[in-house]
């Protein structure tokens, strides 16, 4: 009879869509359905509530895409960083079937209908453009991969010690918001941090990048999953050595040929060292005035000082020589024996005059000839065309060990430090 064959079909056909119920919808290759419509029968027809996570305890695998780097100038301490932001977790509610008819299933258009984590940001600046969803992915065994798009403005942490040698560390983290560790806990994929094959960097240049978990420097909450980047620039050397060390070195350099030049030619001398002094100044203020406000920078404030006391000893020099060039001789070649040498002449007797001699001999050093004012400015001449340029040399050479080659390689150049 007909409820029969009824009743035969109905016990074979509940098993099949309680496998279904527990393992996922099942579509047979017959079935010309498209994504849409799995989705629909997923979330709408077997009651699926987005407000229930997938586990007592969900994790979620991320990674994070570097797209773009840039920075205001070069000597900034604000970096703008725009990623994407891949968050995966299983939803066993969201398997399905399809005999191989959808490699995954794009549910952008049921975003507000699927359960996702929510997550924010935990940084130091301001977020640059809002939430932007690229893709949501919905393979068959449930797994979800949700793509995010952020851009954010990094306040990051540079030793101005050492400035411009040093290494800005920029710092942000991802934290959920509303679950707390129990509940749901965020996992690193196993390439945590990559960048894009056409990245786009502007005055950015990064040369390291770290991922961990959260500690109490990166977390404002201490119940809540968190993961850290770090990301860690450098400064472009090429763009301080042509605008502060190389004119630095010219200008001081430029002083010294004022050494080589005669005494006579004052204004010249004058015009080297003064325009080398005022064209030094309007140098470093103009670069200062892109610099950060702040009162330890040690390096740059070493080598400008140091620059400027060359500068200005040279000057000093040329009017401490022009004065003894010029200064009147009232007697020149005159003997430094007391006065009582030149009164008369009284002849020893015999018997003394080999006693006389030996008092004359032993205290003949007495009877050279002191330096004139002339010979004493050429002296100091000559020795300042040794000692100024070797000791500029000398600091210089230091400057750039110390600085540039010994202390950016120090530890605390490339880690975050605690506020």
Not at 59 to 83: A, C, G, Q, R
Not at 159 to 178: G, H, R, Y
Not at 246 to 274: C, E, N, Q, Y
Request: aromatic fraction near 12%; glycine fraction near 4%.
């Amino acid at each position: 009879m007909w409820w029969i064959q009824y009743l035969r079909t109905i016990a074979f056909v509940l098993p099949l869509y309680s496998v279904a119920a527990q393992e996922g919808v099942v579509f047979t290759p017959d079935d010309n359905i498209s994504d849409k419509e799995i989705l629909d029968q997923l979330l709408l027809n077997r009651g699926y509530d987005k407000r229930t996570r997938p586990d007592p305890l969900t994790k979620i695998t991320v990674n994070v895409l570097l797209h773009s780097l840039s920075s205001p100038d070069e000597s900034s301490l604000n970096y703008e960083v725009e990623f994407l932001l891949y968050r995966t977790w299983r939803d066993e509610r969201l398997a399905f079937d399809d005999a191989g008819r959808h490699k995954y299933l794009n549910g952008m258009s049921h975003a507000d209908a699927i359960w996702m984590p929510s997550t924010y940001i935990v940084k130091h600046g301001s977020l640059k453009d809002p939430l932007v969803d690229m893709s949501l992915r919905v393979y068959r065994n449930g797994t979800v991969v949700h793509i995010l798009r952020r851009g954010i403005s990094i306040n990051c942490q540079g030793n101005l010690k050492i400035f411009p040698f040093d290494n800005p560390k920029c710092p942000f983290a991802i934290e959920s918001v509303a679950l707390e560790e129990d509940e749901l806990k965020l996992e690193w994929a196993a390439t945590p941090l990559s960048e894009a094959t056409s990245i786009q960097a502007f005055n950015a240049y990064l040369i390291s990048k770290n991922t961990g978990t959260c500690g109490k420097m990166f977390t404002w909450r201490g119940k809540f999953s968190c993961l850290h980047i770090l990301l860690v620039f450098t400064r472009d050397k090429n763009y301080y050595f042509s605008s502060v060390f190389v004119p630095g070195i010219i200008l001081v350099t430029s002083a010294f040929i004022s050494f080589w030049l005669d005494k006579g030619v004052v204004p010249a001398r004058v015009m080297i060292g003064v325009t080398t002094m005022l064209s030094f100044c309007t140098t470093t203020n103009n670069f200062r005035s892109s610099l950060p406000v702040v009162s330890n920078l040690t390096a740059l404030n070493l080598w400008d000082g140091v620059c400027m006391f060359f500068i200005y000893s040279s000057l000093l020099e040329f009017v401490t020589v022009n004065y003894l060039y010029r200064k009147t001789e009232g007697h020149q070649g005159e003997t430094l024996l007391l006065p009582c040498c030149k009164c008369r002449r009284v002849e020893p007797k015999e018997d003394q005059k080999d006693e006389a001699t030996v008092e004359i001999t032993r205290f003949a050093w007495i009877r050279s000839s002191k330096l004139s004012s002339k010979e004493l400015s050429f002296q100091i001449e000559n020795v300042a065309k040794i000692v100024f340029p070797t000791s500029f040399a000398i600091f210089v050479f230091i400057y750039f060990i110390v600085y540039a080659a010994i202390l950016p390689h120090n530890e605390d150049n490339w880690k975050i430090q605690a506020s």
